[in-house]
């Protein structure tokens, strides 16, 4: 079974920036789709962007569109999420998330991470 560990995560101000990884140990996930995913505090989680396995498309949510990019490395077993511009509400313990044909079927993300903190000030 994969395991997924994120990274990068920490505290900016509001118009700064942050890159997330998402790395997968104990075998590739070059064939699986990958999603961020967040969970505000006292919110329940929900959808940030996605990936397909070759990276040809990309899914994000309305609140994040033209500030924050995907993007996967396969040989580097890693998916990146590079946030700009980043808002107090942006707060939340991003995790990523990954499975076949996730995209189409989000019921299909099953490997998860443990999550990372990101704390924008205002």
């Known amino acids: 079974q994969v395991q997924l560990v994120e990274s990068g995560g920490g505290l900016v101000q509001t118009g700064g920036s942050l890159r997330l990884s998402c790395t997968a140990s104990?075998?590739?996930?070059?064939?699986?789709?990958v999603g961020w995913f967040r969970q505000a505090p006292g919110k329940e989680r929900e959808f940030v962007t996605a990936?397909?396995?070759?990276?040809?498309?990309?899914y994000y949510t309305d609140a994040v569109k033209g500030r924050f990019t995907i993007s996967r490395d396969n040989a580097q077993n890693s998916v990146y999420l590079q946030m700009n511009s980043l808002k107090p509400e942006d707060t939340a313990v991003y995790y990523c998330?990954?499975?076949?044909?996730?995209?189409?079927?989000?019921?299909?993300?099953?490997?998860w991470g443990q999550g990372t903190q990101v704390t924008v000030s205002s």
């Open positions: 104990s075998r590739s996930f070059s064939n699986d789709d």
């Open positions: 990936i397909t396995w070759r990276g040809v498309a990309t």
């Open positions: 998330a990954a499975g076949l044909g996730a995209t189409y079927d989000p019921s299909k993300f099953v490997i």
